[in-house]
């Protein structure tokens, strides 16, 4: 499975971007897909996920109701909404995907908020 993660950048803090990252390869049967995130200096911070079987999507604290993930099915992508962003969201952002017992990793995207 290989993953390719897009749309990072540089916003103001108060501001939106949205992440995907779309699967390709033996992308069937994928269980949990979401995103993790590190700043530097810091370890890695599970972000969101979204399950095949339940659908329910989880988000870590920080970012309850800022951000919002959701997932394309037929094609194999995932989204990640952010808004309202703040300077401590300043990572880099990871996407993964859970296949089996294997988890596998894109390359991450640059995310960084200007105060």
């Known amino acids: 499975v290989q993953l390719q993660a897009s749309g990072g950048g540089l916003v103001q803090a108060g501001g939106s971007l949205t992440l995907s990252c779309a699967a390709s390869?033996?992308?069937?049967?994928?269980?949990?897909m979401g995103w993790y995130r590190q700043a530097p200096g810091s370890e890695r911070e599970l972000v969101a996920y979204?399950?095949?079987?339940?659908?329910?999507?989880k988000y870590a604290d920080s970012v309850k109701g800022r951000f919002t993930i959701s997932r394309d099915s037929e094609k194999n992508t995932v989204f990640l909404q952010m808004n309202d962003l703040v300077p401590e969201d300043t990572a880099v952002y990871y996407c993964?995907?859970?296949?089996?017992?294997?988890?596998?990793w894109g390359l991450g995207t640059q995310v960084t908020v200007s105060s």
């Open positions: 390869g033996k992308a069937y049967n994928i269980d949990d």
């Open positions: 993964y995907a859970e296949k089996r017992v294997a988890t596998y």
């Open positions: 979204i399950s095949t079987s339940s659908g329910e999507p």
